[in-house]
């Protein structure tokens, strides 16, 4: 059961590598979040405010291990940023939704465990350059 877990972290460590490489290749303002949304829901399960969210705005989510799809929230926006609707909801969850890349699509991930994927993220980087030291020199 490890094994599984370790491969899920070090596919966020990745998917946040891939972000960080892409974030200055890609043009400003192409987030999909910059949407603005309408929309008024009680207590819904996550996942039906993420599947609407995707439906208005063509951003993708993928949860992390250990979120909870059927906690239920709520959301009420008149003419608001997609991105800052969900930041509303995410935060009161210790929840955040990092953009993959430029992609379109977010992981939703506690921040717990997005601090996780960023030190496995700067430990790469040192073994990284340790490795390019070893080979030029």
């Known amino acids: 059961m490890s094994i599984a877990r370790n491969d899920r972290i070090f596919v966020v460590a990745f998917l946040l590598t ?3 490489c892409f974030a200055e290749a890609s043009p400003p303002n192409m987030s999909p979040l910059d949407a603005r949304v309408t929309l008024k829901m009680t207590g819904v399960p996550l996942w039906k405010l993420l599947e609407t969210i995707s439906t208005r705005t063509k951003a993708s989510f993928i949860l992390a291990e250990n979120i909870d799809e059927n906690e239920p929230v709520s959301a ?3 003419d608001m940023k997609a991105e800052v609707l969900l930041t509303a909801v995410l935060e009161g969850r210790g929840l955040i939704a990092h953009q993959v890349a430029k992609t379109g699509t977010y992981i939703v991930l506690s921040k ?3 601090a996780r994927a960023l030190a496995q993220y700067a430990l790469l980087q040192s073994v990284r350059r ?3 030291t070893l080979e030029s020199g």
Do not use: I, P
């Open 18 to 20: 891939l972000s960080v």
């Open 112 to 114: 717990a465990q997005e």
């Open 130 to 132: 340790w490795t390019y």
């Open 76 to 78: 009420d926006a008149k």
